[in-house]
C-alpha cells in the first residue's frame, strides 16, 4: 500500500487566498483525521470523519476552515479566505476501527502551508 | 481531559548507547492506547511502537522498548544501540478506547552523538 497520500507537499500562496489540501486515505481504512502542527500550538487534531461523516470538528479554528470527504478514498481541506497565522504543516491521517476498538493512525507527509 | 506530558524538550546521546525518553500522561480511563511516533527532519510521522493498556507485557520493536507503568501513568521508550537515523522528534500519544481521537505531548527532540 502507498500510505497516506497528501497533496501538495508545499504551498505557498498570499493572504485572502483560498487554499485546498488534499488526502488519500490507506484504502480500507474507515477513519480519517485532519491535523495542524505549529510550534506554538504542537500537534493538533481539527478534525476527523467515519465512514466519510465528520464526527467531530470541535478543533477546527473558524469558519475559514472547511473540511469535506465526499467519497472513502478522498478527502479536502479548506481555507478561505487565507491568513499568515494559519501557516503551518498540515497532516492527514487514517486508521481502520473496525468496529472493535480504535486502531493506529497512520500518518501522509504533510503539506506545509506558507501564508504570505 | 487527557493530557499527556514530555518533561524532557531535548535529548542527546552518544552513537551506539541507550536512551530512555519519558512521557506521563492523565486519564481516569481504565481501557487506552499508548504511543510513540518519531517525525524525523523530513516531518512525516512514523509510529514507532503501541501498548494497549490491558496487557501488562511491555512492547518491544526491534531496538525499541518502553517502559509501561500504569499505575504511575509512565510509557517511557527506550531506545536501544542508538543510530544515527534515530536523530528526530519523538512524540507520546494517548487515546482511550472508544474514542479515535489523540492526544500527543509536546514532543522531544533527539540528538544522536556520533
Known amino acids: 500500500d502507498a500510505g497516506v497520500i497528501q497533496s501538495p507537499r508545499h504551498e505557498v500562496t498570499e493572504m485572502g487566498q483560498e487554499v485546498t489540501l488534499r488526502c488519500k486515505p490507506i484504502?480500507?481504512?474507515?477513519?480519517l483525521f485532519w491535523y495542524r502542527q505549529t510550534m506554538m500550538r504542537g500537534l493538533e487534531l481539527l478534525i476527523y470523519?467515519?465512514?466519510?461523516?465528520?464526527?467531530?470538528d470541535s478543533g477546527m479554528p473558524e469558519d475559514r476552515f472547511s473540511a469535506k470527504m465526499p467519497n472513502a478514498s478522498f478527502s479536502t481541506l479548506k481555507i478561505q479566505p487565507s491568513e499568515p497565522r494559519d501557516s503551518a504543516v498540515y497532516f492527514c491521517?487514517?486508521?481502520f476501527g473496525g468496529g472493535i476498538g480504535e486502531e493506529t493512525q497512520y500518518f501522509g507527509p504533510g503539506t506545509r502551508l506558507l501564508v504570505l | 481531559a487527557q493530557t499527556v506530558t514530555q518533561s524532557q524538550p531535548e535529548m542527546s546521546v552518544q552513537e551506539a548507547e541507550t536512551v530512555t525518553l519519558s512521557c506521563t500522561y492523565d486519564?481516569?480511563?481504565?481501557?487506552?492506547?499508548l504511543f510513540w511516533y518519531k517525525q524525523p527532519p523530513s516531518r512525516q510521522m512514523i509510529l514507532v511502537i503501541r501498548q494497549e493498556a490491558y496487557k501488562q507485557q511491555n512492547a518491544t520493536e526491534n531496538r525499541f522498548s518502553v517502559n509501561f507503568q500504569k499505575a504511575a501513568k509512565s510509557f517511557s521508550l527506550k531506545i536501544s544501540d542508538s543510530q544515527l537515523g534515530d536523530a528526530a522528534m519523538y512524540f507520546c500519544?494517548?487515546?482511550?478506547?472508544?474514542?479515535?481521537?489523540?492526544?500527543f505531548g509536546t514532543g522531544t527532540r533527539l540528538t544522536i552523538i556520533p
Open positions: 470523519f467515519n465512514n466519510n461523516v465528520p464526527i467531530d
Open positions: 500519544a494517548y487515546t482511550r478506547f472508544g474514542n479515535e481521537k489523540l492526544t
Open positions: 491521517a487514517s486508521s
Open positions: 484504502s480500507g481504512h474507515d477513519y
Open positions: 486519564t481516569s480511563e481504565s481501557d487506552y492506547y
